[in-house]
Structure formats: C-alpha cells, structure tokens
C-alpha cells in the first residue's frame, strides 16, 4: 500500500437529513453515564464497502439518504440538539432539525487504498469532512454522515457520533437499522427504547467504594500528552501473536482470557515506553462492559459501560475519568461495526477511525494473507513509540516467526493509509 497516496475527493455542500414523518417535540435528559466529562466529544466512525453488481443500479449516496430520513423517525432524538441544564446537566431537545449529510466523490478505489484498511487514517479529513460550527458539544448536530462514491463503484460510509449520546453498542444498534431500512424494511427489528432515567446516580447520591477511575491525579511528570506530540500507529495480534504472549506466562496464569493477557502485555510495554515516575500509581481502565444488572431493555442504544480502574503501587459531580498515567482500553470485537450491511455486504473495514492518546481499541480485523486476529491503534510521543515497539520485538522476536506487515519496518507495525 502506497503511503503517499494522493486522491480527490469531491463534495457537495453539507445538508440536513431530517425525519420523513412528524416526531415528538420533547425533552429527553441524558442518562449521569452518557453526560459525564470524559464523553463529551465526538466519536469518529469508518466503514469501506466493494462495489457488488448486483447493486450496479443502485446509488449509495441515495440509498442511505432516503434511509436515514426514515431511520429518524424511529430515532428521533439524534435529529434533536443537545442542551445544557443545572448543574451541567445534558438533555436533548428533540427539534427534528435532523443530522448532517455530506454526499461526495473520490477519484480512488478500494483496491488503490490497500488491503490493509485501518487506523490511523490520513485521508480521514477528507472522507469525513468538520463542517464549520457542527464539532462543539452542545446545540449542533449529534451526527454527522459522508458516503463517498469511489471509482470502483464500492463507497465509504464515515459518521461522527456526539458520544454522549451512545456507545458502540448503541451506535451498531442505529447503524443497522439504517442498513435493514436501506435494504427495504419499513423498520427497525429491534426497536430502539430511551429509559436513561435507569443508569442514574441515586438520589441523594450514594457512594458505595473508592472510585479510584475518577480520582484527579497530579500530572508530576508531563504524562498527559498533547495529540500533536504523538504519532498514531496501528499493530496486528492474530492467534501466533498471542500464542507468543501467552507462552510467557508461568502455568499457575494460564487461566486468563486473551484479553486480560493481551491487555496486560501491551500496558506493560506502554508503561515501560513512557517511562513514569518509579513511584507514581499506574492506572488500567477497563470499558469491557459487562456490568448491568439486570441488564438495561432490548433496544436501550445509551451509554452503558463503567470505567474499572486496576491501580497499583469521594466522586465528585461530573469528572473526568483519570488520564493521567491512565491507559483505557476498549474492547469492540463483538460491537458489530463489520456486520452493517447497507444491501453491499459487509464492509471490508468498519469500526474506529481514529486512537486516543490514552486509549487503544482492540478492532477485528483480517490481515493480507486471511488471518483473523485484532489490529489495536496505540498513540505514544515519537521517542516513546520506539520504545515501545523496541519492547515488543524485545519480548516476542524469538517466539514468533512472521514477516514484518506493511514493508521494512518494525515487527507487528502496520503502514497507515
């Protein structure tokens, strides 16, 4: 895949999508998971789809356009604008002024992008373009969609999603009503229910343990980092991979899962790179979310994970979760990003379209030569990336023996678009 890829891409001016029946004009509060601090922002999404013949007469850009309109009717709310009330409380104002939608065009295929589609993107921009005003939180739109028609025939679907307003979970759950209403339905299969009110703080509220994910940590040591001073690259662990890490484990720890040894291994060499005060706690966040009980009704699309910490060596209103010397990791291999289906199939990459700083996504995804594994985005500062993949070839070099992905580079990279 060539790095230095250059393509055009043409769009036409930014519109609304609004719902194609009347919705209620209400007020919906946000539940005191979806309106904490550290959701406050948007959450960018990627899916690249080949051309199907079968579809040769079909227009994707139309297609989804005349979908979401009726997709909105059910899911009503993201047409709204989010509001602030006391005590920085979110709520949605159901207006129905509707989402925005970009159509667009690129002179490039999805053969010339490479077969290895995935974080990070550099083309993002452009197949995701900010409109002026529409980033901010609070009263612009909660989604923003770009299809872009390719020269193949296939299409890349992007959406920004106002975070607060779902998870992974919840978003899958909007993104394949719209694919189901783009293959002809008249409606959802799941029915999309609100209910926030049942992931509310007691009232008054009632702290039961030390929430160490929210503590407000000193930054001693410069570890929070700005995104300018990092570099974002993308690693593929398949089964040889993890067999590897595995194999370093002594027999009494062999029970764990491969994402408790996964994750342990790769904050291990993250921590080892950034190179923290000795003394200093070191946090481990985990969003694996699985925490409901009883569990939240069919349909519910909210915010509906917690932030485990594991530290080692009272909550406040709204914080934020703990970033410094933090590392969270979000585990989206059952989300169903590659299981929408807009009537061409499932997409050849879907789910994340960019890391954060403190966090890594473990995304499905199958390499060049048809290994299923994980590919996982991780942001570190330049000096501590080559530490950090130092300590990867360090540890995993005599265990494994798999050519290097994506050109002469370091063992595990992948070269991104």
Known sequence: MAQSLVFKVKRCAPEFVRPSKPTPHEIKLLSDIDDQEGLRYQMPVIQFYNYVPVMAEKDPVDVIRKALAKTLVFYYPFAGRLREGPGRKLMVDCTGEGVLFIEADADVTIKDLGDTLHPPFRCLDELLYDVLGS???????????????????????????????????????????????????????????????????????RVTCTHHEYEQVPDTKGTIISLDATILRSFFFGPTEVAAIRALLPPHQQEHSNFEILTAFLWRCRTIALQPDINGEVHIVNTHGKFINPPLPNGNYGNSFAFPAAVTTAVKSRPHFTVVRSYLVVDIKHAGFREVDFGWGKPCYGGPAKGGVVSSSYIPFKNAKGIEGLVIPVCLPTKAMERFIKELDGVLKNKINQPTMGGPKPRFIISPL
């Open 135 to 205: 980033s901010d939180v609070l009263n612009t739109p909660l989604l923003l969609i770009q299809v872009t028609r390719l020269k193949c025939g296939g299409f890349i679907f992007a959406l920004r999603l106002n975070h607060t307003m779902s998870d992974a979970a919840g978003l899958v759950q909007f993104m394949n009503a719209l694919g189901k209403i783009s293959r002809g339905m008249n409606k959802p299969s799941i029915s999309p229910v609100w209910h926030r009110e049942l992931l509310n703080a007691r009232d008054p509220p």
